[in-house]
């Protein structure tokens, strides 16, 4: 989610009025959800942490006071961030997540049967222990999957540092700004690309297209920079106001390689089961973009 007029990372509140939750969008366009219980509102030594009880979404957490995730609709963005470069990919095997402490990226890469390991590095353990405590439903037990190893840390320096070889890189981060600021760069893109294998693919949440165009075309100039192939496709998000974009970075998997009837045979060849959003026709159509939106990200 975006910041608002003149307030950086560390903003406590832009609420319209108490217990109505703001989100801004622009500065001119935002939206709120109502908190029926506030459960957790505390600062972490990276950002103001917030869990809620509400009626529309259940519950929900905030990180400086911008939604993050919610109980109700976070398989519309996890499923749409993993499954479509997982489902290009022949056969994913270890995966890395940065960021996504809520791991909600972490249960989706698990559902894929030849995932053998997957690394969550999140730069902030409280995002973690609040997951644990009160997001159960969005992680479904991943954060404590056997083939899942967890990090605390920043995730820039895990990715130099790292000699190790990924098929799949999920930036599951907070919008450019504070901690994340770093990672929204070419030189990170390209840190990210050094351990991909060939056939390997990155994904990423890249914004609104209707409030954010000038960000989606800065984030896709710097992908292009590092990889090859950059393949931005559109879903939506209720709990960040709608159509939302994410892009596959690689070096040579193509999404849009596979026909609905291939990523369904791939579903079910790989007993993918509890799937709530994605499917071989929901594939094709996050690549079909409208002409407004092909003119943004051309
Ligand atoms: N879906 C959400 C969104 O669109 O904004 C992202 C949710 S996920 C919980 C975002 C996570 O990125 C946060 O827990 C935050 O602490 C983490 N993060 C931010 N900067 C990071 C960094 N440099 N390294 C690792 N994790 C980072």
């Not at 560390?10 to 609420?15: C, K, L, M």
């Not at 995966?95 to 902030?124: F, M, N, Q, R, W």
């Not at 895990?158 to 907070?174: A, C």
């Not at 770093?182 to 409030?211: E, K, N, V």
Request: charged fraction near 20%.
């Amino acid at each position: 989610m975006t910041d608002g007029p003149g307030e950086g990372a560390g903003a406590t509140s832009r609420d319209l009025a108490p217990g109505l939750m703001t989100e801004q969008l622009t500065d001119d366009w935002g939206f709120y959800i109502r908190s029926a219980r506030q459960l957790e509102k505390f600062r972490s030594a990276f950002q103001m942490v917030e869990v809620h009880d509400s009626v529309p979404f259940g519950r929900l957490f905030r990180l400086d006071g911008h939604f993050m995730t919610s109980e109700r609709d976070e398989f519309f963005y996890h499923e749409n961030l993993v499954h479509v470069p997982a489902f290009a990919h022949p056969r994913p095997e270890r995966a890395l997540v940065i960021g996504g402490g809520d791991g909600g990226s972490a249960e989706e890469l698990l559902k894929h049967p030849s995932i053998a390991s997957v690394t969550l590095v999140e730069i902030d353990g409280a995002v973690v222990e609040i997951a644990r405590e009160y997001l159960g439903s969005v992680h479904g037990g991943a954060l404590d999957d056997p083939r899942l190893t967890l990090a605390i840390g920043d995730g820039f320096a895990y990715v130099r540092n790292s000699s190790e070889r990924f098929d799949l890189i999920v930036l599951d981060l907070t919008d450019p700004g504070g901690p994340s600021e770093l990672l929204y760069t070419p030189d990170f893109y390209r840190a990210c690309a050094a351990r991909l294998d060939p056939a390997g693919a990155m994904t990423l949440h890249i914004a609104s297209p209707i409030a954010h165009p000038e960000r989606i075309r800065a984030t896709l100039t710097g992908l292009r920079a590092a990889f090859p192939l950059v393949t931005p496709y559109l879903t939506s998000i209720p709990l960040y106001g709608g159509m939302w974009m994410m892009a596959c970075a690689s070096a040579s998997l193509d999404p849009a390689g596979l026909s609905a009837q291939e990523i369904d045979r791939r579903i079910a060849e790989r007993r993918v089961g509890s799937l709530q959003y994605y499917n071989g026709d929901v594939h094709r159509a996050a690549l079909a973009l409208p002409n407004f939106v092909r003119l943004i990200v051309r």
